[in-house]
């Protein structure tokens, strides 16, 4: 593995999820692989999971860490090329990559959407410029349409929980949010599961349908009720508008997720990313009840990660 920013980086999905489940049985097996080289944790965006697991991870494979709050910590940045720099922007990106290629083996960076501009979240202006300047693996942490780690957290969780024969119903369900929510989670998961052996639906109200390129051709279904019936699993998850680009459409119904709704499941096990918004995003006693494997999700937020490091070392230590 010579990046990893999307499910294409990966070679054999099956494979990873075999190896991430070996690390979780025994995180410590591999303690010297990343001894001597130092990965940057770079994040331009609020983080509490992506931010930990990822220094648990690399720490468990003998990596040195430094994080950088850049947002905080590190000079205003400018992106724009060819900008002229007499404004509040102190450091252009591709210096602060040529630098970060200075101290580090790996580059990890977390970068939100901007919700502002369509093209350029589409085209991930930021992701866009570490791929482009760095000369070491790049590791996506977020970005403007993926989540990749996140994804590989949920494909794991999924196989830990289905131990039957047939294939399991899995459905992301949209949730309302007090303000416009990016779709990089909603796209990642819909892309993930694509390549695993499931029955994937999208059930969202009229106006909030995801970008097509990452939900091809996926079931959407705009009742949700009539979606939820015989779901083995349930991926709770905020976006706004695509088409409307991060608008608010109004919606009608409601989209809560609560005990009532999963009487038309198959027992269903419930999901999401986090950080959620009780009792707007998923109720109390959702999210508090024995569906609920949100906290099995978080923890393996550490092993999606570390499966991740342990592959681009295999690539730099080969080298």
Request: aromatic share 6%; glycine share 4%.
């Amino acid at each position: 593995m010579k990046k990893f920013t999307s499910v294409s980086d990966v070679k054999n999905l099956q494979e990873i999820i075999k190896k991430t489940l070996h690390i979780k049985a025994d995180p410590l097996t591999e303690t010297e692989k990343g001894k001597g080289k130092t990965i940057g944790l770079v994040f331009l965006n609020s983080s509490l999971r992506t931010r930990l697991s990822s220094q648990i991870a690399a720490q468990n494979l003998g990596l040195n860490v430094l994080t950088l709050n850049a947002a905080q910590e590190a000079w205003n940045l400018e992106f724009a090329d060819g900008a002229v720099m007499n404004g509040d922007t102190v450091e252009h990106i591709k210096d602060a990559i040529e630098v970060l290629n200075q101290y580090c083996d790996i580059i990890a960076v977390r970068c939100f959407a901007g919700m502002k501009s369509k093209e350029d979240d589409v085209n991930e202006s930021i992701l866009s410029q570490f791929e482009k300047h760095a000369k070491v693996p790049v590791v996506s942490l977020e970005s403007a349409t993926r989540h990749p780690l996140q994804s590989l957290a949920d494909c794991i969780t999924i196989t830990e929980n289905w131990k039957k024969v047939h294939k399991p119903k899995v459905v992301l369900t949209w949730a309302p949010h007090i303000k416009p929510i990016a779709h990089a989670v909603g796209n990642s998961f819909a892309e993930w599961m694509q390549e695993m052996d499931v029955e994937l639906v999208i059930t969202n109200p009229e106006g909030y349908d995801l970008d097509k390129n990452f939900t091809k051709d996926v079931k959407v279904i705009h009742d949700q009720e009539k979606a939820l019936k015989d779901a083995d699993f349930i991926y709770v998850k905020n976006w706004s508008s695509f088409d409307d680009y991060a608008a608010m459409p109004e919606v009608k119904g409601d989209w809560m997720l609560t005990n009532e709704k999963l009487a038309h499941t198959n027992d269903a096990k419930v999901m999401h990313c986090l950080p959620v918004r009780r009792n707007v995003e998923l109720s109390d006693e959702v999210m508090d009840g024995d569906h609920s494997i949100i906290y099995q999700q978080a923890k393996n937020r550490i092993f999606s990660a570390q499966a991740v490091f342990s592959e681009i070392l295999n690539e730099l230590n080969a080298g």
